[in-house]
C-alpha cells in the first residue's frame, strides 16, 4: 500500500489553487526572506510564526500594489462612472488566503512555504478575522466588494475602521462572556495609512442667518484620517477608505455627506445619486432618531430634513386633499414624546431606487412599512436578491469540492456560477455521487479533529452534522431547534434500544450584549448539553456542541462540513439570510420555511430537494390578527415557536429517513449544487449596476498588467 498523502501534497492536486510555476516559487521565497529580513528585522532563529505570516502577507500584498496603482491611473485615462459603496460595517474576515485566491498564487505560495520548512495553512490560521461587522448585512458589503472587484467596476467602499472589532464570545459556565477584539494589536498588513488626506467633521453648534443665507457655526471638529485597505477581485481591484477613531455610528453618515459633498454635483439634485437598500423589516431595527439629538448635534442639518419634509408632504397633500391621516403616517416627523425622526422614510424620500434583499421581503416591504410611498411611486420599488461571493464561499473554504466540480465542468464557474447547472448531468453519475460524498465526510473529519485539538470534545463523524450557525434572535428561532433536541433525547430515554440516525447538532452565534432572552437562549444550549452529551444511555446518538465566538473565519471551517442546514426563522422575518446560500453551495441540504432567500432557493432547486415546513407569511400574518391584544412580546415569541414545533419534528423525521440512504441524500446534495447559481453575489451586483447605478459591468475592462510603469 502507498503511504497516505500529507495535508501539502493534497492540496497541490488541487487545480484552482493556481498552477504554481518554479520561477514564481523561487520569487516568493527570496520575497518571503526579504521581508523577514527587512521588514520584521528578525532571522529564522528568532521569528515566531506570526513572523513567518507577516512576512507571507507582505509578500502577497506587493503582488498587489502594483495593479492597484496601474488600475487608479487606467481610472483616471478613461474616468469611468464610479460607484460608492456606504456600509456601517464590512465584515471582511481574513484576507491573506482570499488575495493568494484572487491572484492565482495559492499553490506557489503553498509550494514555496513548505520549501522553506513551514505549513501554509498554520500560518493562514494566525490573522487575526477584521471583526467589522455584525453578520449578515456586514459580510454581504464585504462579499459586494470582491465581486465589484471581480466584475472590474470603479467601486470604492467606504466604511470605519473600528479599532476593535466585534466583541470575541467567551463561554463560561454556560454563558456568553464579550471580550474586546484587539485585532490591530500587532499591525495590519492590509492597510495603508494616508495621514495626507485628513478630514474636518463638524457637530453641535449652531445655525446663523447670514445674507449668503444660513451658515453652521461654532461647531466642534473631529479630524479623521483616511486609510486605504487593498484588496483584489478575481480579475480586478477595489478599495475600502476607511475613516478611523469614530464612536458612533452618526459620524460616517456625516463622513458620506462630506465625501458628496466635496465632489461637483453631477445634476441640478443628488436625488438620482443616492439609492437605498433595506435590510429589515423588524420594527426594533428600523432606526428613528430622537429630534432633541439631532437638534444639539446636527443643528443644520435638522432644519435641511424639515424642509425635506415639508416639499415631500406638500407633494402627497396635492396627490391626496384632505387625506391628514397620510399625512401622518407619510411624514419623515413621528409626532410623540420624543419626536423622532423615520430615517427609513428619509432615506426612501431622499433615494431614486429603493431595494429589498430577498423577492419575499422586497413584496413585504411595499405591503407593509412603505406601503404608502409605493402607491405614489411604485417604480421606485425593486428587488435585489443577495448573493455571497463563490471564491470565499466555495474555493477558499471547500477546495476539495471545488476541485471535483471543477474535474466535471471547468473552472468557468468561478465567475459564472450558473454553470453549476451542468453539474445535473451528473446527478446519476456513480463516480461523481461518491467524489461528493467522499469530500462531504472528509471535510467532517478535518472539523471533528479541529473540535477535538481545539475543545477536546470528540464527536461522531458518522452522524449527522446539524448545523445552525448565525447570530442568536427570537426571529431565527433558535429554541425550535432546542425542543427538537429535547425532544430527540427523550425519545431516546423512552425506548433506548431502539435504532437511532445519530446526529450531532451545533449551533453557534453572538447575543447583543445587552440582549437578555438571546443570552438565556445560549445558557438553555449549553445547559442541554450538559445533560444530553454526559447520559451513558445516549452515547454517540446524540451530542449537542455550542460553537464558540462563531466569526467569518469559524464559518469557512463548519460551513464545508455540514450535512444540515438550520434556516428556520418565522416566515416573514427573515429578509434574505445569506449562510442559507453558504450551506447550498457547500453541499448542505436545508431544513427551513419559507422565508427570505429560502423561497428562491426552494424555487431554483425544486422544493422536493429542500425539507420545507410550517407556517407560510399569510399564516403568521393571520396569527398576529388574532393574537394581537391578548399577548405581550415573550408568550408571542412563544407562541410562534410553538406553532411550528409539530411541522418541524416530522419534517426532521423525513430528514432521518433520506440520510438512512446516502446514495439519495448526495443526489439531492448534487442538484442543490448545481441549483446554486443564482446565488453569487456577482449576479447580485450585476443587477444592481445595470437596474440601480446605471454602468455595464462590461463598461470597464480587466484593468492592464501589474508591472510598474517607466
Ligand atoms: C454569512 C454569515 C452570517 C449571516 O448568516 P445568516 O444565517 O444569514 O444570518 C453571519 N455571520 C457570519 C460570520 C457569516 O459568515
Redesign the pocket.
Known sequence: MSKPLTDHEKRKQISVRGIAGLGDVAEIKKSFNRHLHFTLVKDRNVATPRDYYFALAHTVRDHLVGRWIRTQQYYYEKDPKRIHYLSLEF?M?RTLQNTMINLGLQNACDEAIYQLGLDLEELEDIEEDAGLGN??LG?LAACFLDSMASLGLAAYGYGIRYEFGIFNQKITNGWQVEEADDWLRYGNPWEKARPEYMLPVHFYGRVEHTNEGPKWVDTQVTVQVCFIFFLWGTNAPTRIVIPVNFDLFLKLQLYSIKIITSMECPHKTWKPTCAYTNHTVLPEALERWPIYMFEKLLPRHLQIIYEINQRHLDRVAALYPGDNDRLRRMSLIEEGNPKRINMAHLCVVGSHAVNGVARIHSDIVKTTVFKDFCDIEPEKFQNKTNG?TPRRWLVLCNPGLADIIAEKIGEEFLTDLFQLRKLLDFVDDEMFIRDVAKVKQENKLKFAAYLESEYKVKINPESIFDIQ???IHEY?RQLLNCLHVITLYNRIKKEPNKKFVPRTVMIG?KAAPGYHMAKMIIKLFTSVGEVVNHDPVVGDRLKVIFLEN???S??EKVIPAADLSE?ISTAGT?A?????M?FMLNGALTIGTMDGANVEMAEEAGEENLFIFGMRVEDVEAMDKKGKVAINHITGTLFKVFADYEAYISCQEKVNELYRNPKEWTKKVIRNIAASGKFSSDRTIAEYAREIWGVEPSDVKIPPPNEPRE
Do not use: D, H, P
Open positions: 465584515y474576515g453578520g449578515g459580510r455571497i450557525v448565525k447570530r431565527k452565534g462563531y466569526r467569518v469559524l464559518a434556516q427573515e434574505s439570510g445569506t449562510g442559507n453558504k
